[in-house]
């Protein structure tokens, strides 16, 4: 693999870096946040950041510096942002490393990006188990405060930026953009519609910006060395950057690793990632979190960026990568999903919150040995009932396991029903509803 420099984990991975303001400093940290406070107007700093390339690290890669854009100049406010560290998709730990090991440099991309949009106040809605999260980046507030970088009259600009950091009570839909604001407000968190979008009815109806942490922390960056820069990084035009990958599963060396976009899996799990664990072959991997649907070792040379993923059928997503060695059963890791999202499902949406449940019924059926051939449509048929009829993507994340497991691994939900025919045999299949 070429070298590369590393951007977000630069810091932290150097011997004895604890994340304090000093140290964060000394790196050059605030140094974007002085030169944006120098007087740089918002419209530049969305124009740098749309050429950039920069997209949305929390799943659906949206263009930042175009979200941004969407906020209405002359609205009188207040205008909120909000950094989502939810976390919540399985397989994914990257947003935790950068709250606990770099806290500043998340706080310096939220301060920046409250400036760009005329936010005073800015919540972190961070997941509730990540109470370590939680605890140093209130410690890293403080000392931002003291210093001037956050409070009223922020480094003498005459602005006020405040952020507050609130936990969530560990809902994996609070991830969701809008469900996160519902419970922000106190509420419970479930998705809203949308239209109208956050950027004009978001916190309290008002105009907000969220953004996912990785996204936010890569804003000093692009404002210290340019656009240009950032842009040539990875798999420009469409997946500019690095992007930290969280590498999980069956593997000799997991942890967060973060590479340019535009590596393919083979280089992620064989050379950064040593191979599988236990020398079987590979049998099949999530490429970007629980929601991705599942690939085949066919895609080692995918490259990892967002067009190439969709190509090949999935989707980069959160950057977790699930690897799954020769012998797992591609069944049973089905319904471990389905059952996650079941347990998940917040019960807004018909087809999601019943259609969860008999996905898990079905598929623990079938793993008893109690199966029929006609489960098999019966299953496809449960996920075209929930796919596009939801309110929020939970529908799409949660069939995604069944579907991309029946499309590569068919023989194995078939194998598991012979054994149930053989041992109970049936003399007539119930057709399924689409069939009568
Ligand atoms: C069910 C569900 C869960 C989600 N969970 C997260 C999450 O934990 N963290 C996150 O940043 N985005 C999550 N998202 C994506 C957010 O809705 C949103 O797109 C993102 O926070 C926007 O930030 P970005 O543009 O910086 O990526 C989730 C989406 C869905 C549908």
Same mark, same amino acid.
């Given at each position: 693999m070429a070298k590369y420099e590393k951007i977000l984990l630069k810091n932290m991975e150097q011997p004895g870096y604890t994340g304090s303001l000093k140290?964060?400093?000394?790196?050059? *940290?605030y140094?974007?946040?002085?030169?944006?406070?120098? *007087?740089?107007?918002?419209?530049?700093?969305?124009?740098?950041?749309?050429?950039?390339?920069?997209?949305?690290?929390?799943?659906?890669?949206?263009?930042?510096?175009?979200?941004?854009?969407?906020?209405?100049?002359?609205?009188?406010?207040?205008?909120?942002?909000?950094?989502?560290?939810d976390e919540s998709e399985p397989g994914t730990f990257k947003d935790r490393q950068?709250?606990?090991?770099?806290?500043?440099?998340?706080?310096?991309?939220?301060?920046?990006?409250?400036?760009? $949009?005329?936010?005073?106040?800015?919540?972190?809605? $961070?997941?509730?188990?990540?109470?370590?999260?939680?605890?140093?980046?209130?410690q890293a507030i403080a000392e931002a405060k003291?210093?001037?970088?956050?409070?009223?009259?922020?480094?003498?600009?005459?602005?006020?930026?405040?952020?507050?950091?609130?936990?969530?009570?560990?809902?994996?839909?609070?991830?969701?953009?809008?469900?996160?604001?519902?419970?922000?407000?106190?509420?419970r968190g479930k998705p809203r519609f949308k239209p109208p979008f956050p950027a004009t009815h978001g916190l309290y109806q008002k105009p907000t910006v969220v953004n996912n942490v990785e996204t936010?922390?890569?804003?000093?960056? $692009?404002?210290?060395?340019?656009?240009?820069?950032?842009?040539?990084?990875?798999?420009?035009?469409?997946?500019?950057?690095?992007?930290?990958?969280?590498?999980?599963?069956?593997?000799?060396?997991?942890?967060?690793?973060?590479?340019?976009?535009?590596?393919?899996?083979?280089?992620m799990i064989y050379e950064i990632g040593g191979g599988m664990r236990s020398d079987k072959p590979l049998k099949a991997f999530i490429p970007g979190g629980a929601s991705a649907p599942f690939l085949t070792p066919e895609h080692?040379?995918?490259k990892m960026d967002f067009e190439s993923l969709a190509m090949a059928g999935s989707m980069l997503g959160s950057g977790g990568?699930?690897?799954?060695?020769?012998?797992?059963?591609?069944?049973?890791?089905?319904?471990?999903?389905m059952e996650f999202f079941y347990h998940e499902s917040c019960g807004k949406c018909t087809p999601c919150r019943e259609g969860s449940s008999w996905l898990v019924q079905t598929l623990q059926r079938i793993s008893r040995?109690?199966?029929?051939?006609?489960?098999?449509?019966?299953?496809?048929?449960?996920?075209?009932?929930?796919?596009?009829?939801?309110?929020?993507?939970?529908g799409e994340a949660e069939v995604s396991p069944i579907v991309s497991t029946m499309r590569h691994w068919r023989s194995e939900y078939e194998e598991l029903i012979r054994e149930a025919e053989a041992a109970h045999p049936v003399k007539q299949e119930i057709p399924v509803l689409s069939q009568i």
């Open positions: 140290e964060y400093e000394q790196t050059g *940290g140094q974007a946040f002085r030169k944006v406070c120098e *007087g740089m107007a918002p419209s530049d700093i969305i124009e740098t950041v749309k050429l950039s390339g920069l997209r949305g690290r929390g799943g659906a890669g949206f263009p930042t510096g175009v979200k941004w854009s969407f906020i209405p100049k002359d609205h009188p406010g207040p205008k909120y942002l909000c950094c989502n560290a950068l709250m606990e090991r770099d806290p500043h440099q998340v706080l310096e991309g939220m301060a920046i990006t409250c400036y760009t $949009i005329g936010a005073e106040t800015a919540y972190i809605y $961070i997941r509730g188990e990540f109470w370590l999260g939680a605890k140093v980046l209130d003291k210093a001037g970088y956050l409070g009223s009259n922020v480094l003498g600009t005459g602005k006020t930026i405040n952020i507050f950091v609130h936990r969530g009570a560990g809902a994996y839909i609070c991830g969701e953009e809008t469900a996160l604001l519902e419970s922000l407000e106190g509420k936010l922390a890569n804003i000093p960056h $692009i404002l210290n060395k340019g656009a240009a820069w950032f842009a040539a990084i990875g798999a420009p035009p469409k997946g500019t950057g690095t992007r930290i990958f969280c590498l999980s599963g069956h593997i000799k060396r997991p942890g967060n690793y973060e590479v340019p976009m535009g590596v393919t899996f083979r280089e080692l040379d995918v990568i699930t690897v799954m060695e020769e012998g797992t059963s591609m069944v049973w890791a089905a319904l471990r999903l040995r109690e199966g029929r051939m006609s489960d098999l449509d019966l299953l496809l048929d449960l996920c075209k009932s929930i796919e596009g009829r939801t309110v929020c993507a939970f």
